[in-house]
Structure formats: C-alpha cells, structure tokens
C-alpha cells in the first residue's frame, strides 16, 4: 500500500503532536516533583477556593465587600474542619484512657501472634524481636527526617488558607491571564470550560462530603452493633479515609481489625468488621455515591487508577488525592476542545 503525500504529510503530523505532548508530560512531571513544596499548597488552594467561590459570589451580590465575602468563606472551611478534628480528637483521647485497661489483652494477643507466626512460618521469637529492634532504632535514625517532614507540612497548612484566599481575592486578574493565553477568538470557549469547571468540581465536593458523612455514620452503626469499642472514632476515620479511593480504606480499615483480634483474641470480631466495611463500601460505590454526587467527572476505572499511583509517586498522599481533580478538569477541557478528542475518549467512561 502506497500512502499519498497527503495522507503521508498527515500521519508524520499527528507523531510529531504525540511527542510534544509527551515531553510536555515529562517535563511536567519534573516541575511537579521537584517543586511540590510550591505546587501541593498552590494546587489544595485552588481547589478549594474553586469549590467555595460560589458561595464567594453569593456573599459578594448580597452587597459584602469581596474581602469580607473571602472571609467569610475561610471561617466557614475553618469551622467545618475543626469540628472533624475536634470530634476525632475526643475519641482519640477516649482511646488513650483505654490503653492501661487494655494493655494486658494486647500482651496476650501479641504472645499469641509470635505463637502463630513461629508455627507457621518458623518465624523464631527471637528474630521477630531483632525485627522489631531493628524498626525502632530506624525510626530513632529517621528523627531528622520526620521533623522535616512535620515543618514541611506545617507550612503548607499554613500556606493553603493564603492561596485560598489570593485565588478567590484575584481571580479577575487570573482570568485575564488565561484571556490573553488563549487569545480573544477562544474567550468564549475559556468561559465555558470555567464554568463547567467550577460548577462541575464544586458540586463534586459538595456531594463528596455527604458522602462520607453518610459513610461514617454507617461505618459507626455496623462497629457499635458489633460492640467494637470507640466505633465512631474508627468509622469516622475510616470514611475520611476513603478520599484517597481504594488505597484509604484497607490502611484505615488495619487498625480496628488489629485491635479487635488481639484484644478479643477471636476471628469472628475481625471478620465482621471486614462484612461491615466491605458492605458500606459497597453501597457507597453503587447506591450513595451514584445517589449523591451522581457522574460528575464522569473518568473511567483506568483513569482513576492511573491519577492515584502517579500522584503517590509525585506528590505522595497529596498527590493521590489532587491528581484525580486534575484528570476531572483535563476531561472537561477535551470535552470542549476538537484536537482533544482521542484524550477525551481516554478518560471518560464511554466512549
């Protein structure tokens, strides 16, 4: 087969698109790991004052100054979040006045766990405990580490709220940033996939937060029923747990199985709490999040799993969470832009 000039001059197009795209991916990638300082608080800042801006705007035609409306708004987050971590906190604590009662069956469980490991592995006691040793005096090496770790995300807390504000604040002065890059023949088009951006990801959110109250809840009620000691506590954090999809929920869900199995000494407790976990989730995936939030970002399994394990490589936690709002609002700009169809057919459910 004889390709013509045309068609010839076409295909040579089309892979010369393909590998700009991939070194614009590549390069990409390395500003977001070596700048994720700047980039993981930047990028938290930007979500949400996309989600909050409607209420932003509601403030601001009620005649508030667009200062007070901002505000306004932070106060709101600020409160919402703080009621989570107070409730936690006072289950935490409720936890740690249980310990001195509960430290005599932990013994006897971690006993009966060496027993089990030596019989069925041939585990000796003796190499577990150099094991543990060992772990603790890398934990002791890693000081240094850690409190870096803890100062880095002190300062991206603290610098969220400020982003926040600043997106919300100049987003007249963004906008026109991303008028003049587009050009003025694209001015509708950027207006457009905004708005869809905004309300589609605002909505999302919205939606996302039911969620997991309704989550926790159930998560609580089936722990309580199984007389699982502080199940708020850990049906609440498990449900939090679950913004990070299918990585979340099985790190949450190992503390409560663990401590249900060695301080009852039974496998019937641990399992039911699987049943109960495995049950919310299963409703959460095909009854409440359909219900609730509905097929807003509309991406596809692959997509999702792709955006979780690149995000964890770049950015760690945080980029396992920000990385699928970024393939939401990809989806939505080659919803709206021809040359993007291959990608939207890549990410979204059908094709």
Not at 108 to 125: A, H, R, V
Not at 159 to 165: E, I, K, L, Q
Not at 210 to 229: D, E, K, P, R
């Amino acid at each position: 087969m004889i390709l013509s000039p045309k068609t010839y001059s076409t295909d040579k197009q089309k892979s010369f698109l393909l590998l700009r795209y991939l070194q614009i991916t590549f390069f990409a990638a390395l500003l977001f790991y070596f700048g994720r300082i700047l980039f993981i608080p930047l990028f938290y800042g930007l979500f949400i004052a996309i989600v909050i801006y409607p209420v932003c705007w509601y403030f601001e035609r009620k005649g508030f100054p667009r200062s007070i409306a901002v505000a306004i708004c932070l106060l709101i987050v600020t409160v919402l979040i703080a009621a989570r971590v107070v409730l936690l906190i006072v289950e935490l604590n409720a936890l740690v006045k249980d310990l001195p009662r509960l430290q005599p069956q932990i013994a006897i469980g971690m006993q009966q766990l060496q027993q089990w490991l030596l019989e069925k592995f041939g585990i000796s006691i003796a190499a577990q405990a150099e094991w543990v040793n060992n772990n603790l005096a890398g934990l002791k090496n890693s000081s240094g580490q850690y409190l870096q770790g803890t100062l880095n995300t002190l300062f991206m807390a603290f610098m969220v709220p400020v982003y926040t504000a600043l997106f919300l604040y100049s987003r007249d002065t963004f906008f026109r940033f991303l008028k003049a890059m587009v050009g003025e023949k694209n001015r509708l088009l950027l207006q457009t996939i905004l708005h869809k951006a905004v309300h589609t990801y605002h909505n999302y959110i919205k939606g996302m937060i039911l969620v997991y109250l309704i989550v926790g809840i159930l998560n609580s009620i089936g722990l309580f029923a199984l007389g699982v000691q502080h199940a708020i506590l850990f049906g609440m954090l498990t449900a939090i747990m679950t913004i990070i999809p299918y990585v979340g929920i099985i790190v949450s869900a190992s503390l409560p199985i663990s401590l249900a199995w060695i301080t009852t000494g039974s496998i019937w407790i641990p399992l039911g709490i699987v049943a109960v976990f495995v049950f919310v989730q299963y409703l959460e995936a095909n009854i409440i999040f359909p219900k609730v939030v509905g097929a807003q970002l509309n991406i596809n399994t692959w997509v999702t799993l792709v955006s979780i394990i690149t995000g964890g490589i770049i950015w760690g936690v945080s980029g396992m969470i920000l990385f699928i709002p970024f393939a939401a609002i990809l989806k939505i700009v080659a919803d709206n832009v021809e040359e993007w169809t291959p990608l939207r057919i890549l990410l979204s459910r059908k094709s």
